[in-house]
């Protein structure tokens, strides 16, 4: 059976479901962002940091969710195994941690273990080797550790997923395994030399780079009373034990939340020296809120890309529109655009001449301002400051789960030129200004 045409209905799915996921630089949807300036590009910054590096690594990459860090990742890899000849594996931690429970040494190394031996098992033959540690590990949790319902049938998949998907276990981990970290470390820094050198044997090649990308650790955030412990965890994790984070010949790079940066702005040092790297949004807006020509070229050849008949039912001004209400988070920008095709689509049922209006993008505008809302006062106060001062105005680390949670709810954005700086979500504006203007009428 034939399907009709719909252009509508091609851009809404060019936008969601597969079409939204990370993406490989050599897809056709791929747009260069900052290929174009490389002496601004944090992925070049990283490849010629990996490339250089000799024995072993680490590097911290931030960003902010659904703003293309993950895609980026992709061409990071591209770029390492290319150009510097490495073996690079990349591990998605979504599919290993609980994101939004207190992290610990323990947990966190056992799922970057699981992680980091299912990504050797899919992409080599070193099947017997990764199992041979994980008989260690069973051995060990089993007997010295006590943790009984270790069976037999015990796989790193099914520890991952318990980890996972199961707060009590993962708690029991890390109380069971406080007081025995120091064999937990050792273990794994000694599995990933003997894995490394597996792998430069397999390849033929002594000197092999061998590079692991750990992505998706920055979506860890802190809800309701665990909030402020969640987010101490995780500066705990990579600041007071950064070196259990490291691995002999083994070079890193994680993912972090963008609080880490703000919280420790000298972290790297802790970490090899190297400071956090961080992947900008699109830059559609200068500092003033001006908009951006080459930023929102960048945003309509994203679509470009995806349907290339958009302007049959988006005005092009209209898409810049979209791009500019959005502050460049292409997750908020793809929304827009859906939600303006499906009420378009919806209203010529009735009127089939019936053309994207400026009422039906207001109504989308707000959909998704509503779903930031409602701003209490004192967060209303800070989010103007941060507009006005262009940077997070975090005064004490007791703030830090309220900016936390700005950052994880897309309140505030991140923006690079020259420098980092930041801005509240410019669909918050009208809103900042309304709390402004009442504060005035009571005083």
Known sequence: ????????????????????????PDHPY???I???TPEKDPILMLWQRLDWSESESV????????????????????????????KVFLVNMLDFLLMTKPLELSDFVLSLMTALGQAVEQD????????????RLQNFLTSEVQLNEFKLDFTPAKLGLKLKNEPDFKERIQNHLRGHLSRL???????VVDLVQAIRKEAGDPDLKVVLLVDSVEQIRGVGTEAQQVHESVVDLFSGQADKLAFK???LVYTVPPYLQILSPNQGRALGGHPIVSWPNVHVRNRKGVPDAAGLEIMEAIIDRRQAGWRDVIPSD???????????????FFRLIRECAVTLSTARIARPDANLDPEMVKRAEEQLRNELLPLAADDARWLARIHVAKDTGLETTDDLPDLARFLDGNLIMNYLNGEPWYDIHPLLLEEIKRHADDHRAEE
């Open 34 to 36: 900052l290929e174009g």
């Open 249 to 251: 010949q083994l070079h």
């Open 1 to 24: 059976m034939t399907t009709t045409a719909d252009p509508l209905r091609d851009l809404y799915q060019s936008l969601s479901g597969k079409g939204a996921e990370p993406l490989e």
């Open 318 to 332: 209209t898409l810049r529109r979209l791009a500019v209400c959005t502050g460049g988070d292409l997750r908020d």
């Open 124 to 135: 080599t033959g070193l099947r017997a080797l990764t199992h041979g540690y994980w008989e």
């Open 59 to 86: 590097n911290l990459l931030t960003g902010f969710r659904g703003n293309g860090k993950s895609t980026e990742l992709r061409r990071l890899k591209q770029l390492l195994e290319t150009n510097s000849g490495a």
């Open 30 to 32: 791929y747009v260069p």
């Open 185 to 191: 470390i050792e273990d794994a820094k000694n599995y």
